[in-house]
């Protein structure tokens, strides 16, 4: 099958999963031989995570939706390139991309992204537009799905291409590395560590279960969020528990924190999928996280990891005590979150799904 020509856009790239979601599909498109352009700010993290071979990356501000510059930048790649998909990742870029495609009448398939709970998703005239003008709609998960569909969005103009993670990732920790980390945190093997490794969503509802279960030896890790968004819950709930706040960290550092906990907890009402829990599960660390979106695609409750309702403290307690009591429940935990993590979300299938999706859009 001939060579696919695909211009992923980005105002965002931030230090998120969205991020190297993004940044593991255009270079694994690139990988298979297909010409993969890349409309980013130079200024983002992701301008250097995407740095590959077979990634051109152009630099684009992409200012907002009226960003007429940026729809003249789409035009000539789209013109000069022989574009055949775009694939806008964020909000103005979805904009952008659209009107470009209007104003200069570009013949260009263009699809969206969507990785999150859509707060943007807009009222009737905004759905109306992107539905009129877009292929599709790609979500990450079938819980997603669900939510563009309760909010007015067609069943057939949603696609979903579960996210996944490259086994190369998995490469970047060693044993050396996470000793060097227990003896920074001063950890004991008999330790009992609960951890949230997750940019600030709803960490408070992790602190205040620990509060409930008011045992000083439980130990806390908190990574990805800044600190200074987690001290005003841990005294508000007069958290007794030693905490390590270990604020922002490079991605190959964060694996090896996985390895220091006993249980991982994503108390989110955001994820569309949740990249951190299927990391937990490769780094053999059990997982709690909220029955929210996308997140029951990942963790089916009992088999690789345990579901709580949101804002069930009681629940989100409980919970944690089990996965720290029951040996054999870790175990068992741990087991089929190998085979979730190593067998089920690859990106290797990732990859697949866009790749077969995309061939479709351009011989339909």
Not at 47 to 71: A, C, Q, S, Y
Request: proline share 4%; with cysteine; net charge neutral.
């Amino acid at each position: 099958m001939r060579q696919l020509r695909i211009l992923f856009l980005t105002y965002q790239g931030g230090m998120a999963g969205s991020t190297y979601s993004i940044t593991y599909l255009a270079k694994g498109l690139a990988d298979r031989g297909h010409k993969v352009f890349a409309g980013l700010r130079e200024e983002m993290p992701i301008w250097d995570l995407i740095e590959h071979p077979g990634v051109t990356r152009v630099p684009m501000r992409i200012t907002g939706k009226f960003d007429f510059e940026n729809w003249r930048e789409i035009r000539d790649l789209v013109r000069n390139e022989k574009i055949d998909i775009i694939n806008a990742q964020s909000s103005h870029d979805r904009y952008t991309s659209i009107f470009a495609k209007l104003r200069f009448k570009l013949p260009v398939q263009i699809v969206h992204t969507r990785r999150q709970n859509p707060l943007s998703a807009g009222g009737w005239l905004q759905r109306k537009f992107y539905i009129k003008n877009t292929a599709s709609i790609i979500v990450i998960s079938d819980g997603l799905k669900r939510i563009f569909i309760e909010k007015g969005y067609p069943e057939n103009h949603i696609k979903v291409i579960h996210n996944g993670i490259p086994k190369k990732r998995f490469d970047d920790w060693n044993e050396e590395k996470v000793e060097k980390f227990r003896k920074q945190l001063n950890l004991k093997p008999e330790d009992k560590v609960v951890g949230c490794i997750s940019r600030f969503k709803e960490q408070p509802q992790l602190i205040e279960a620990i509060a409930k279960l008011n045992d000083p030896s439980i130990k806390l890790i908190f990574a990805g969020a800044f600190p200074e968004q987690i001290q005003p819950y841990l005294d508000k709930y007069n958290i007794q528990n030693e905490v390590h706040l270990l604020g922002k960290l490079p991605p190959e550092d964060i694996l090896s924190v996985y390895r220091l906990l006993d249980v991982n907890v994503l108390a989110s009402t955001m994820d569309g999928f949740g990249l951190v829990l299927v990391e937990a599960m490769a780094m053999e660390c059990p997982v709690i996280a909220t029955n929210f979106g996308g997140i029951p695609d990942v963790v089916q409750d009992g088999e690789n990891g345990l579901l709580f309702e949101n804002e069930d403290i009681a629940g989100l307690a409980e919970r944690i005590k089990k996965v720290l009591r029951d040996n054999s429940l870790r175990q068992h935990l741990i087991a089929n979150g190998l085979k979730t993590a190593f067998e089920k979300f690859t990106m290797e299938k990732t990859i697949d799904g866009y790749e077969e999706y995309f061939y479709e859009l351009i011989t339909d």
